[in-house]
Structure formats: structure tokens, C-alpha cells
């Protein structure tokens, strides 16, 4: 089992920057792909980006695309995402998920154990 603690939210203004961590824990870390997920007020959850447990190829929305990086630190346990160019649509809670030996999956679905979430504001 893993247990996941994000971090890393505030408030900025559009066109700032963030870095969300994802930490985990459990010695099982490494062979879990980590996905990361928001969800805005009234509106449903949806995939922003995940990185596979096997440090393969990346998955980015595209609405994030250019804009958000993931990436991983094993040696810690976590999982971070790099947010820049920050615009108010990006407003959500943002939730990190973790999949055990799965490819990088964007179905919420796919993921097995969720964090708690950390909240992300955007203003214009």
C-alpha cells in the first residue's frame, strides 16, 4: 500500500509559477506510476499529467502541455510537478495518484490510492 501527501499549492498570479510534490510512502514507491489529476469548482476531475513507474515516456494533457513538467526523485520518494505560465483556468484542487507497475494512464480510474489534494489558485 502507498500513501500519498501533496504539497506545494498557494496562491499566484497568472503567469507564475508552482511546484507541486507528491510524497509517498511505503519501500514500494519506485514501481508505482504516479499521475497527477485537478479538479476545479462544479467541474469533474480530469488528468493533467503522469509519469510511469519505469521512468519511460511521460503523459501530459494538453492543456498543460509546454506549461507543466513531472518528474521523479526515487532516492525521496516523490514525485513533483513544475507548473509555469500559470493561468486562472489552471484553478483546482490537484490530487497525485498512484498506479502499481501501470504505463501512465490518464483515467482517474487506473490509480489505485489518491492523496488528499492541495489547492492551486490562479488569479488574473
Known amino acids: 500500500q502507498v500513501q500519498l501527501v501533496e504539497s506545494g499549492g498557494g496562491f499566484v498570479q497568472a503567469g507564475g509559477s508552482l511546484r507541486l510534490s507528491c510524497a509517498a510512502s511505503g519501500r514500494t514507491f519506485s514501481r508505482h506510476t504516479i499521475g497527477w489529476f485537478r479538479q476545479a469548482p462544479g467541474k469533474e476531475r480530469e488528468f493533467v499529467a503522469a509519469?510511469?513507474?519505469?521512468?519511460?515516456?511521460?503523459n501530459y494533457a494538453g492543456s498543460v502541455k509546454g506549461r507543466f513538467t513531472i518528474s521523479r526523485d526515487n532516492t525521496k520518494n516523490t514525485v513533483y510537478l513544475q507548473m509555469v505560465s500559470l493561468k486562472p483556468e489552471d484553478t483546482a484542487v490537484y490530487y497525485c495518484a498512484a498506479n502499481l507497475f501501470g504505463r501512465a494512464e490518464i483515467t482517474a480510474g487506473a490509480y489505485d490510492y489518491w492523496g488528499q489534494g492541495t489547492q492551486v489558485t490562479v488569479s488574473s
Open positions: 509519469i510511469p513507474w519505469s521512468g519511460g515516456r511521460t
